[in-house]
T-cell receptor, first 112, second 113 residues
Framework: AQSVTQPDIHITVSEGASLELRCNYS??????LFWYVQSPGQGLQLLLK??????LVQGIKGFEAEFKRSQSSFNLRKPSVHWSDAAEYFC??????????FGAGTTVTVRA | DVKVTQSSRYLVKRTGEKVFLECVQD?????MFWYRQDPGLGLRLIYF???????EKGDIPEGYSVSREKKERFSLILESASTNQTSMYLC????????????FGPGTRLTVT
């Protein structure tokens, strides 16, 4: 079954620095891929989604992600991190019509 | 503003108790979901419902049941709570046909002692 893996459990980044979070997917067919963010004490919020077409997708809060079939990756990026970006980030895929399958998550700490 | 609310943010129960977790959404969504979130495991789907009185098992339904008597409300029931059900429980909803775009509640942190 289609699944995603997030290799990094925890990342620390300085405020103003760039951020890249890794996500690898399994399965051969073009997957549907998503990034969600969970701020402290909050539920998850959809950042962006990829179905097909342009491999660079823009999301909310200044985030973008790039789909790379050759590397089976869908990495999330932000050019300049703000303290409010400290959160847990989840990559997800849609193995069937109704069920999201989430990665284990990456916690991002932002230092001043 | 869209809203998914969960009845409690924190809950402490004893082993063997029957536990009810309530979720209400105000977006008229057809789909509703219950997940549990554990460190290092991400979110795992317990049950979902695509219509009133309809339910489907997710990945980890054992020890849980659900009820959806009204469109806006989806309840998770732990028939006899056990310590391994100590976890964060998240409820979500989505419109019909867009199950990927889920709106989440803030979660209920359940501790079973």
């Amino acid at each position: 079954a289609q699944s995603v893996t997030q290799p990094d459990i925890h990342i620390t980044v300085s405020e103003g620095a760039s951020l890249e979070l890794r996500c690898n997917y399994s399965y051969g067919a073009t997957p549907y891929l998503f990034w969600y963010v969970q701020s402290p004490g909050q539920g998850l919020q959809l950042l962006l989604k990829y179905f097909s077409g342009d491999t660079l997708v823009q999301g909310i809060k200044g985030f973008e992600a790039e789909f790379k079939r050759s590397q089976s990756s869908f990495n999330l990026r932000k050019p300049s991190v703000h303290w409010s970006d400290a959160a847990e980030y989840f990559c997800a895929t849609l193995p069937n019509d109704y069920k999201l399958s989430f990665g284990a998550g990456t916690t991002v700490t932002v230092r001043a | 503003d869209v809203k998914v609310t969960q009845s409690s943010r924190y809950l402490v129960k004893r082993t063997g108790e029957k536990v009810f977790l309530e979720c209400v959404q105000d977006m008229d969504h057809e789909n509703m979901f219950w997940y549990r979130q554990d460190p290092g495991l991400g979110l795992r789907l317990i049950y979902f419902s695509y219509d009133v009185k309809m339910k489907e098992k997710g990945d980890i339904p054992e020890g849980y049941s659900v009820s959806r008597e009204k469109k806006e409300r989806f309840s998770l029931i732990l028939e006899s709570a056990s310590t391994n059900q100590t976890s964060m429980y998240l409820c979500a909803s989505s419109p019909q046909g867009t199950s990927y775009e889920q709106y989440f509640g803030p979660g209920t942190r359940l501790t079973v002692t």
